[in-house]
């Protein structure tokens, strides 16, 4: 393991190999601490993140209507413009747009026919069959990568290595690629890209270009740059995990400012369970004579009820 200034580089290519031991030990010290980690070695051809970089900078780079074409029918998948979700206490909305896909189910599919939310065909831009494999490729790859760590973060909290996995059949997996113009210079004092925030499920796995703006929550309230560092993933936990560990395990605030004049592309992906899987702490090896904090809880009752209200406008948000 090497360190940034604050945050560990993870080296994650024993775990794919399925030698879980070495980088659990480590992920679980992450998780505990800053609740963040860097992994390198994470198996996402290079090849790959640059073609999904290059068509998903083309797509943003299109005329809105065509985005806009393709804008989601529920709230999540397809193209979001600016100004779409505020974060919870944010004084503006974020200054992003995205593009989302998750896992990809025919119209006939029980769950899309129940309505179940965050379910459903993807909404693709028409004319771009290249960004649509490029990120399905990725969908899949980054999905590869999200198995090894949650191997690795089973093995850390003493349980067995599929526990997670075995709750992943249908995940409630988002990718989104994440496009954030500079922001506007009368703007810089009170705009994010993100505002300030912890994310809402179990697992995030982040790319992100050279341009930086990441930050983190240290301990003492300071924000701690997260910079881009070649061949490595971001790593976080969302609120989720911190949850089903019973507050082991630490999802910690962050936030992403742009005021490098320059655009800035992103891949964030929230790698969660099925809607079913139920979180329940007392199913992770709490130490003896411990108390679970928590009520077991749907995973996907508990993210889409985070999602809808981050979509709210601040006067109705709770
Ligand atoms: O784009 C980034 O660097 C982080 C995005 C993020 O934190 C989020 O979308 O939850
Ligand atoms: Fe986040």
């Known amino acids: 393991m090497s360190e940034t200034a604050y945050l560990p580089i993870i080296d994650l290519g024993l775990a794919l190999q ?17 609740g963040f980690c860097y992994v390198r070695n994470h198996g996402i051809p290079d090849e790959l993140i640059e073609r999904v970089r290059h068509e998903a900078m083309d797509f943003f780079h299109a005329p809105m209507e065509e985005k806009l074409a393709c804008k989601p029918k529920e709230a999540v998948r397809g193209f979001n413009a600016l100004n779409r979700t505020i974060m919870y206490g944010a004084d503006n909305p974020d200054y992003k747009e995205f593009f989302q896909i998750g896992l990809e189910l025919p119209p006939d599919d029980p769950a899309v026919l129940a309505g179940q939310p ?12 290249a960004f649509r494999t490029a990120m399905m490729d990725y969908f899949n790859a980054v999905g590869v990568c999200g198995q090894a760590l949650l191997r690795s973060v089973a093995c850390s909290l003493g349980i067995a290595p599929d526990f997670f996995v075995g709750k992943y059949d249908r995940p409630l997996q988002r990718t989104q690629a994440i496009w954030y113009p500079p922001h506007p210079p009368e703007r810089e004092h009170d705009q994010f890209g993100v505002a300030p925030h912890t994310d809402y499920g179990c697992i995030t796995l982040l790319w ?19 910079p881009p560092i070649p061949g490595t993933l971001v790593i976080n936990i969302g609120d989720l995990l911190c949850r089903w560990s019973n507050n082991r395990y630490h999802s910690n605030m962050h936030r992403v400012t742009n005021r490098s004049g320059k655009e800035r592309l992103s891949i964030a992906t929230f790698y969660d369970p099925d809607y079913d899987a139920i979180v329940d702490p007392r199913d992770l090896n709490l130490p003896e004579g411990t108390k679970a904090f928590f009520e077991p809880v749907s995973a996907g009752d508990y993210i889409i009820g985070r999602i809808r209200e981050s979509q709210k406008p601040k006067a109705e948000a709770s």
């Open 18 to 34: 399925g030698d879980y031991a070495t980088a659990g030990a480590q992920i679980g010290h992450a998780f505990t601490t800053s």
């Open 118 to 129: 965050l379910r459903g065909p993807n909404q693709w831009p028409a004319g771009r069959p």
């Open 208 to 226: 992100q270009d050279g341009v930086g703006g990441l930050d983190v929550q240290g301990a003492d309230g300071n924000w701690i740059p997260a």
